[in-house]
């Protein structure tokens, strides 16, 4: 089955018949008695983007660690461009990367030393090509050569996005990717990754408490409360079964234990 992508106004599909880019089955995480992350499953298709929804707590973070392989899960599976994880994360980590404004890079290194130690860690081919094709698009040539430590927020944040891109991934996980930001900073850094996405045919797996940037980025919604599934699907689908207007109402019935059947 293919869907049509609408939110840029560029005709394209996701094709749900294809391989998954992401394949979690049956997801549990335990610490100690908290069940951080509770017999969670879902696939999310190549050439997406995915919102992952919930408040604090809710078990996003801890499931984009288990799909990124950094931390192991109780029980379960992931698959990630069709390899196991994390046993076979040597063979998919170079065709993926992750970003979060709240993960700095060294201070005292200036912005093309850190994109330049990304780079190696990726081998990445003409790697100084690919720092300059960087600083064009992401506007950082202004302060390539600048500590890192000394960045606005609004820089920091396209220097991560840049680190995030480094090696071209075909999978971006994305934490927070605008918190903090103006909106004027924020608005551009989504119509990169919406130009990213289209170009390269890439999947985004999205966290966001941001929900006008999750109606606009995503074409589909995974909601989690508590470690567990609530809803999955389109956000007008999920719209629609709330009967409400916007995905903050959603969230806001969701996290209040609101049941779509209460909804007005």
């Given amino acids: 089955m293919a869907i049509e992508d609408t939110k840029s106004g560029h005709a394209a599909t996701v094709d749900r018949s294809a391989s998954a880019a992401i394949d979690v089955a049956h997801l549990v995480k335990l610490y100690k008695t908290n069940r951080a992350v509770d017999d969670i499953s879902f696939k999310i298709a190549r050439g997406s983007v995915t919102g992952l929804l919930g408040g604090n707590g809710a078990g996003k973070t801890t499931t984009i660690a288990m799909i990124m392989g950094l931390t192991l899960p109780t029980s379960g599976k992931v698959s990630v461009l069709g390899c196991a994880m994390p046993a076979q994360s040597a063979e998919v980590l170079g065709r993926m990367n992750f970003e979060s404004p709240y993960v700095d890079m060294p201070m005292r290194l200036t912005v093309r030393q850190n994109l330049t130690v990304f780079g190696k860690l990726y081998a990445v081919p ?4 690919r720092i300059a094709q960087l600083a064009e698009d992401l ?5 390539l050569d600048r500590a890192s430590g000394k960045l606005s927020a609004g820089q920091k944040t396209r220097v991560a996005l840049a680190k995030a891109l480094i090696n071209a991934p075909e999978l971006l996980l994305l934490d927070e990717p605008t918190a903090s930001l103006d909106p004027d900073t924020a608005d551009w850094i989504r119509q990169h990754l919406e130009t990213y996405r289209r170009s390269q045919n890439a999947t985004i797996l999205l966290a966001s408490h941001n929900m006008l940037e999750v109606e606009r980025l995503c074409d589909r919604v995974i909601i989690m409360k508590k470690g567990r ?3 999955d699907d389109s956000p007008e689908q999920i719209l629609l079964r709330y009967n409400r207007t916007t995905l903050e109402d959603v969230f806001l019935d969701v996290a209040r234990g609101r049941d779509r059947e209460q909804a007005p």
Wanted: proline letters at 0%; zero cysteines; aromatic letters at 8%.
């Fill in 126 to 129: 003409d790697l100084k090509g």
């Fill in 139 to 143: 506007d950082l040539k202004d302060f």
């Fill in 229 to 231: 599934i609530e809803d």
